[in-house]
């Protein structure tokens, strides 16, 4: 069964930081390339960063140099640090592999406000 847990969301202040964590099991994780989404209210789940299995990423204009994936292969992880956080970063936080493929988990709400 396959199933991908979000964590490390929470309240931050503009300009802060967090790590958000994905663990994923009953998938062929190391082969597939995998994305951090996020939903904002009363808007569509959206793609923000990907890693493909050899490590290369790629991101959304919005967060680029201030957000980094990564990927644990042996432990069927994915990463996303978030850095100089704006309010219009706040949203639920997905992962899944991208394409997304697998049932959706229940995700990790960021906020960011002061």
């Known amino acids: 069964q396959v199933q991908l847990v979000e ?4 309240l931050v202040q503009p300009g802060g930081s967090l790590r958000l964590s994905c663990s994923a099991s009953g998938i062929a994780f190391s082969v ?6 996020r939903q904002a209210p009363g808007k569509e789940r959206e793609l923000v960063a990907s890693i ?3 490590g290369n990423t790629n991101y959304e204009e919005s967060v680029k140099g201030r957000f980094t994936i990564s990927r644990d292969n ?5 990463a996303l640090q978030m850095n100089s956080l704006k309010p219009d970063d706040t949203a ?6 991208n394409p997304p ?3 959706w988990g229940q995700g990790t709400q960021v906020t960011v406000s002061s």
Do not use: L
Not at 7 to 10: L, R
């Open 52 to 54: 493909t299995s050899r």
């Open 7 to 10: 964590s490390g969301g929470g």
């Open 92 to 97: 639920v936080y997905y992962c899944n592999q």
């Open 101 to 103: 493929f697998s049932p």
């Open 74 to 78: 042996d432990k069927k992880s994915v």
């Open 32 to 37: 597939f390339t995998m994305g951090w989404y």
